[in-house]
C-alpha cells in the first residue's frame, strides 16, 4: 500500500510562488505516473498537472499552464509542484495522487491572499 504525504503548502500573496512536496512510502513511485489534483472550498477536485513515469511526460491544466510544474525524483520517491504567479483562485487543497490508483495524500493547503 502506497502513502503519500504532501508538504510544502502555505499562506503567500498573489504573484508569489510555493513549491510542493509529495512524500511516498511503502512502494516504489517510479511504478506509477503521478499527479496533482485540488480541491477548494464548494467545489469538486480537479485536475491540476500529471507526470509520466520517467518524468518525460507532463500535462497541466489549462489554468496552470506556464505557472506551474510537476518533477519528479525518483531516487528520492518524490514528486513535486513548483507554483509560480499564484493567484487567489489558486486557493484550495492541493493532494497527490498514483494516477489510476486509489492513492491519495492527506493533501496540503494553499492560501493565495489578494
Known amino acids: 500500500q502506497v502513502q503519500l504525504v504532501e508538504s510544502g503548502g502555505g499562506l503567500v500573496q498573489a504573484g508569489g510562488s510555493l513549491r510542493l512536496s509529495c512524500a511516498a512510502s511503502g512502494g516504489t513511485l517510479s511504478t506509477y505516473s503521478m499527479g496533482w489534483f485540488r480541491q477548494a472550498p464548494g467545489k469538486d477536485r480537479e485536475f491540476v498537472a500529471s507526470?509520466?513515469?520517467?518524468?518525460?511526460?507532463?500535462d497541466y491544466a489549462d489554468s496552470v499552464k506556464g505557472r506551474f510544474t510537476i518533477s519528479r525524483d525518483n531516487a528520492k520517491n518524490t514528486v513535486y509542484l513548483r507554483m509560480i504567479s499564484l493567484k487567489p483562485e489558486d486557493t484550495a487543497t492541493y493532494y497527490c495522487?498514483?494516477?489510476?490508483?486509489?492513492?491519495w495524500g492527506q493533501g496540503t493547503q494553499v492560501t493565495v491572499s489578494s
Open positions: 495522487t498514483a494516477m489510476g490508483y486509489s492513492y
Open positions: 507526470i509520466s513515469r520517467t518524468g518525460n511526460n507532463k
